[in-house]
């Protein structure tokens, strides 16, 4: 049966005279939800239980048809070589000191993961001390956290396999270079913090049978693991049964004896909770209450803790408390009126603060009382993503880039003053005939969202040019100008790409974020909508020649804005995207989202939900646009299932001319530690179908 629906798609889509694509028939339940009164069916349910045999075939007939599709464009190959050229570059990461060396991560080029390499002195000679691309045939395995013990004699660090979001602990002797037996299970989002000769880690119990990359993750708890024994040996030293949705990520600041628990309920607002490792038993204090703020620590210097937080600061403040004298927030860098602290760090005794305006980033220099002592001059506007800093070491590393620069890596001496470029990124890649502006445009409300448009300077807006519109959406997290070396595929052949800044993200801080969460979720799409429009009307594009790109949260926002305006849009990719928000809480660790989203088990939110969810809001008749769906075999944060019900559905009530197609990732997750073998090819598919679905022949 399987093969003769592989037979019937790929014939079907191989036919170029046919009018529209007959997809292979997805089996249907009876499935039935009932959200007080209003009843949903759930046709697809089975398709949730993504180990079943049936699952995996369907899998294997949609990939067989997504990529006969693929296989028959003409130029693909060449966009996939292009995009090995461009990707074949030296490439390095801002260095972090730790103990007595400096580590950084490094690539030759086409390695599929970065490789550790370290010094002893920051203008020594790197040495390779963990390379991942080892540790697999298919380079699938990604070290995500290297982390030395407060005497530098071992290194612990974090192994994510396949792009789980599980995360596996082992420890390296310094001195011989070699593991040790210390293998740690079944943690995620994974931190430990050393002390003594062991490290405090966070873990989940052991899921069940085939629920190991769909059940929810409950439990979490703090355990204490000595150097040399195994993990059934460690002991629990907190874990809050009443509350047994909390996950804690742990830290201690080299040298201090507070143990800091990073306390989270949601994915916004957390707790602090800490333990004086100086006493003979350990207690563990709450002294941040949760779960209405967001307290980042910043280090703990003798008995003071710096924090990042937004407690009466919607654009965040640095603060501190001292740990002796009570709970109370000490005021150490106010909140802003026209930036955003986004980020703060303790270097050499001062505080290194990062702002951001209009989604551009700002360094400046503050002692450890918040008087300002000196702005850093950056290369221009941009973003800074990375800046390791340490609190005993006289340097700061920062890597800074744009939409047209590539990532460059600076060092500056707090005790000189001097900048230095510690490595500049050689690419092909002529920046200078490019342009990257930032326009501002309103939305329906009439609100006021930045965007950033990047082209090359010969680009005539004549409203015929293929254009790249991207957007995510919402969790407080702020798009910046990011330099994509895979962009400059689509820009070298007279594409536009777009970057649009819209509400529920973290450019203008909690008020931004909150205009977009919950209640407020169709700003977002109205805000999308609206960059659309504005970018129509002004010629940059036009409706034939715009396609729209979004991952995760932003492939929530794509399926939503093609339901609501698919006449705007003629390519779509929704990657790795929540489809389903009636049902994503009943996932791993989606019900951390609600905090955004809200849930279907609210009778209010449910009503708002169901009308934007974008799998349910699928409707014959609608012209939608070329539909590409990307996901992942093992992605365990947004489940497969949300792209697969999705995919099915649309397949099923969509019956027009254009593609909708799933391509289905197999040892990938969420896109963390994807290698670059899996994103060239990945790339090479999304650029290559953008191109043939809008009437682009690539120049190559």
Known sequence: MKNLLIFLAMASLLACSQKKFDYPQTRKVDTVDNYFGTLVPDPYRWLEDDRSTETEAWVEVQNEVTFAYLDQIPFRGKVRERLTELLDYPKTGAPWKDGKYYLVEKNTGLQNQDVYYIMKDIDGEPEVFIDPNTYSEEGTTAVTSVKLSDDSKYAAYIVARAGSDWQEIFVRDMETGQNLDDHIMWTKFASFAWHGDGFFYSRFDEPGEDEEFSGKNLNNKVFYHKIGTTQDLDKMVYWNPERNDLTYIPGITRGSRYLFLNTFESTSGNAII?????????????????????????????????????????????????????????????????????????????????????????????????????????????????????????????????????????????????????????????????????????????TRVPMFIVHHKDVELNGNNPLLLYGYGGFNITIKPDFRTDDIVWLENGGIYVSANIRGEGEYGEEWHEAGMVLNKQNVFDDFIAAAEYLIEYKYTSADKLAIAGGSNGGLLVGAVINQRPDLFRVAFPAVGVMDMLRFHKFTIGYYWTVDYGSSE????????????????????????????????????????????????????????????????TDAGHGAGKPVSKEIENMADVYSFAFYNLGVEPVY
Request: no cysteine.
């Open 602 to 665: 609210d009778p209010e939110q449910f009503e708002y939900l169901y009308r934007y969810s974008p799998l349910h809001n699928i409707r014959p008749g609608l012209n939608y646009p070329a539909v590409l769906i990307e996901t992942a075999d093992h992605d365990d944060r947004v489940v497969p299932a949300h792209s697969f019900k999705y995919a099915a559905t649309l397949q099923e009530h969509y019956k027009g001319p254009n593609p909708v197609l799933i391509r289905i990732e």
């Open 274 to 446: 800490i333990a004086d490792l100086g006493q003979k038993e350990w207690k563990f204090k709450e002294i941040l209450k949760g779960f209405k703020h967001n307290y980042n620590p910043i280090g703990v210097l003798e008995n003071r803790l710096y924090l990042l937080t937004d407690k009466d600061a919607g654009r965040y403040r640095v603060a501190a408390i001292d740990l002796k004298a009570g709970t109370d927030l000490i005021e150490i860098v106010p909140e802003q009126e026209d930036k955003v602290i986004s980020r703060a760090s303790i270097a050499g005794g001062k505080l290194v603060v990062q702002f951001m305006k209009d989604a551009q980033d700002f360094l400046s220099l503050h002692d450890l009382d918040g008087n300002h002592i000196k702005d850093l001059e950056l290369p221009g506007p941009g973003a800074i993503n990375s800046l390791n800093t340490d609190k005993d070491d006289k340097y700061i590393f920062y890597s800074f880039e744009s939409f047209i620069n590539p990532p460059t890596v600076f060092k500056y001496n707090l005790e000189t003053s001097e900048m230095q470029e510690y490595h500049k990124t050689e690419i092909d890649f002529d920046d200078s005939q490019y342009i990257s502006r930032q326009v501002f445009y309103n939305s329906k409300d009439g």
